[in-house]
């Protein structure tokens, strides 16, 4: 086992990739160790049945899966805790499991956190049930670091005046707006009639090209897919390609991490397994980061406990594992018909490919019943995903009665001939508690022999409070557009590809595995890449906070390396 | 639905006694029971529809290649063969002799359970996937399900089933 390595990065993710394409540049020899296997640019296609509807690029959940528990409401008030495996109810906890991860599968709808998110117990006060933190460092810390994804990644955007939206060290950003269907017309003048300030949504998608990767060419079909041009900045294009391009960068696919291996004071190597062939090797580095994704980050280091480190490594504070959170509120829909539209044509409506890019930011803090400032959330505006079998299939049913036949004829063509439906996504904070976490289940293991993750699920009253309110306030914007059969579902259910907490940061050990610069308290060279370290969430989807905080630690982790 | 509630249905009544006398299967599927899922897709997708038929867009073809393809998930794959024996049983193998008003008859009795309901909406699915997917997959033959609905998959389309190198 000799050390060629100066890092091993363990996922190659957004927040893999970020981490090594920084230490690449800056020299350093880094081994990344990605599960799944690299597809590359040109072999992406919008191949609805492999990447929508099969497990094409996640396990297979007979052979890796994990444990949900939910709360179940019994009668008189009673309840209790029931564990379903994934390979049961085949809702899959795994995301993008390829060679830059779910990046690749992303909307690439990001937002920086506010300000505010850095310090919401300061700001907004302490919620019964809730283990509320101020983060250890401001937004002013991270801001350098937004900055530099805009540039890095290419965020498309525009930079607009709104009292919600973070301050800016650049004056603009460096690629324009993706282009828009003539739909915001409608949506921009429904939103002024409201009082609704409606932003252009930042993206992570190339409107113009960059080095060799192609503006967006839109193919109508984004998230959930791999993009065939390089437009959207995914951790592949963005950093890994780069970071293969310094010479530092090993690369092995199909490398699955078992478990890491320490002494008292430092991580001493990593146990893998190939895929494929089966064969279990060890490998050692100067410094490990860690960067699965916020769940399976914690259940790795659980499933790494020793001797000298018996509740998992890095756990000396019990906090592992805990306060998991998701980025989440709630959604909503509305139909624009033919036979109502007004303001725009029917044939300006069904073009494909161009986005809405609106989202609104004025319910980021709202009024509580006594008058006392609450923390909201954004809300994103698209167009519903435009998948021709899942569109097919919302149709099938006629209250409790299959539809077949003329039925179903009729209702296909009204969704896919008539109309275009407008979604919107409502992200508030999803608040930590002690019945949200992930911990080992002793009785199931995956097919490498390792206890599988059990992830305890549950929202906090608030969460749903908050959503509800700011629901209604959409659902008002979609009927001043003309749209039918408006509604809104808010719940508890959390999106699982939208998910940290778990190693939460923190400048007292006592109370967080990791410092403020997401290295263990107990390893000082371990460190966790991912999403893991957020103790709040904010109210926006996670990725673009991801990519800066890589970043961020990035440069300490190279301060350190050169020591 | 949870694959245990609808295994432990399958493991009941006449099924175990179908299990049994079923025809060898070809490529595990016998022709019996394709015949049966053929014979209620076409009624969900009759011919003389603007929708294309389920014979025009070859739903069971797809469905038999679909369902038998080691990536497909083995609960189900299993829970649509015994789901349309189910149905003979309820019918005593007259389902494939019956008219289109005593099939509709036959179905939305079937419908009426919780298993029969479930296995239904397995076959709409799977049917749905035929008529929309790309043709690479063996339905949406020459593309009648997009044209039909005036929808086309994204580019670039798929070369190969399922992401296969």
Known sequence: MKQVYDAIVIGSGASGGAVAH??????????????????RREEFSKDELAYCRRDSVTPNLFDEYHTIEEWEEGEGGKGKWVETPTYESNWSFWNGNIVGGSSNLM????????????????????????????????????????????????????????????????????????????????????CKALKVTPLVTPRAVLSRDKGNRKACYYSNFCGSYGCSSGAKGSSREAFIGPALGTGNLTLLTNTHVKRLESDKDRVT????????????????????????????????????ANDYHPDGLGNSSGELGKNLIFSAGGSGQGVLRQKSLKGISFDALMQRGLFINRSVLDWYAIDGKRGEKMKGGLVEFMFEHQNNISRAAKTRYSGEKLRWGKDLEEALKETFLEGKSIRFEIFNDWLPTDNCFVALDKKRKDKYGMPVGKLRINGHSHDLKVASGIAGKCEAIL?????????????????????????????????????????????????????????????????????ANALRIADYIIAELQK | MKRRWFLGLCAVGSVSVLCASAQKPKAGISNEIYNVIAAVQQHMFPVGSSIPSAIAFRATQFTAETMMHPTYDKDIRKFVIEGAKELQSREKHQFLNYDTRQREKALRAYEETGYGSGWLDRIMLLSLEGLLSDPLYGGNSRELGWKALQTKGGDPRPTSRYVQS
């Open chain 1, 22 to 39: 920084q230490l690449c540049q800056a020299g350093f020899k880094v081994a990344m160790l990605e599960k799944g296997r690299l597809i």
């Open chain 1, 479 to 547: 009927q001043k557009m003309g749209a039918e059969e408006v509604y809104s579902f808010v719940s508890a259910v959390p999106p699982q590809n939208l998910v940290a907490g778990g190693c939460r940061f923190g400048d007292d050990p006592k109370h967080s595995v990791l410092n403020r610069n997401c290295q263990s308290h107990d390893l000082p060279n371990l460190y966790i890449a991912d999403a893991s370290f957020m103790p709040t969430g904010g109210s926006t989807p996670y990725t673009w906070t991801i990519y």
């Open chain 1, 269 to 304: 190597s990593v146990v893998t397994v190939n895929t494929v062939t089966g064969e279990e090797q060890k490998m050692t580095a100067r410094i490990f980061v860690v960067a699965a994704q916020a769940h399976e980050s914690a259940r790795l280091l659980l499933n790494s």
């Open chain 1, 107 to 190: 909307s690439g709808m990001l937002h920086r956190m506010h300000p505010d998110d850095f310090r919401l117990l300061t700001k907004y006060g302490a919620i019964e049930g809730a283990n509320i933190v101020d983060w250890p460092i401001t937004y002013s810390d991270m801001e350098p670091y937004y900055a530099l994804v805009e540039e890095l990644v290419g965020i498309s955007g525009k930079a607009q005046a709104h009292s919600f939206e973070p301050p800016r060290s650049k004056p603009d950003f460096t690629q324009p707006p993706t282009s828009e269907n003539q739909v915001v017309t409608l949506f921009d003048k429904s």
